[in-house]
């Protein structure tokens, strides 16, 4: 069974940075497109970044964009988002999502498995 466990949340202050983590288990993690997502209270999941299996294709929303990098690292089986300038508007549960095409996608449904989430709250 394919696992997700994302890790990195916390509390920042506004202008601070955060590194996000989520460790795929269970299956091959070279075969999967990696995304990020977040969800406020009250709000639509809102696409994030995502990477290709192979890291050669990378997107991201114009929330974060120009915020945020994406990377993964075959080595540890891990995908991680890299969040810089937070603002009190991105205070979210950040998910990430493991798509099986090897390709990720900026739409929810393309993929197939997702992590718990973890929380980030950045405070003014």
């Known amino acids: 069974q394919v696992q997700l466990v994302e890790s990195g949340g916390g509390l920042v202050q506004a202008g601070g940075s955060l590194r996000l983590s989520c460790v795929v288990s269970g299956s091959p993690f070279n075969t999967y497109g990696m995304g990020w997502f977040r969800q406020a209270p009250g709000k639509e999941r809102e696409f994030v970044a995502t990477i290709s299996w192979r890291g050669s294709d990378i997107n991201y929303g114009e929330s974060l964009k120009g915020r945020v990098t994406i990377s993964r690292d075959s080595a540890k089986s891990t995908v991680y988002l890299q969040m810089n300038d937070l603002k009190p508007e991105d205070t979210a549960v950040y998910y990430c999502?493991?798509?099986?095409?090897?390709?990720?996608?900026?739409?929810?449904?393309?993929?197939?498995?997702w992590g718990q989430g973890t929380q980030v709250t950045v405070s003014s």
């Open positions: 999502g493991a798509d099986g095409s090897g390709w990720g996608d900026s739409l929810e449904s393309a993929y197939d498995y």
